[in-house]
């Protein structure tokens, strides 16, 4: 797993506005799942359980889309 660096630069002493930017960067990037997945110990049944359902949940929306 490879990490990206993420920066914000704060303008006018704006430090609210750059924390948003912050946190939406790190949501988009997935940082926040991959720190609550790593909390707890997940049974391997458990974790192809869960790639199954994205996998489904991924083609449902470009389905839609084709649409």
Known sequence: MQLKDITVKVIDNDVERAMKILKKKIQNDGLFKRLK????FEKPSQYRRRKMREAMRRQRIAASRRK
């Open 37 to 40: 997945m790593k909390k707890n």
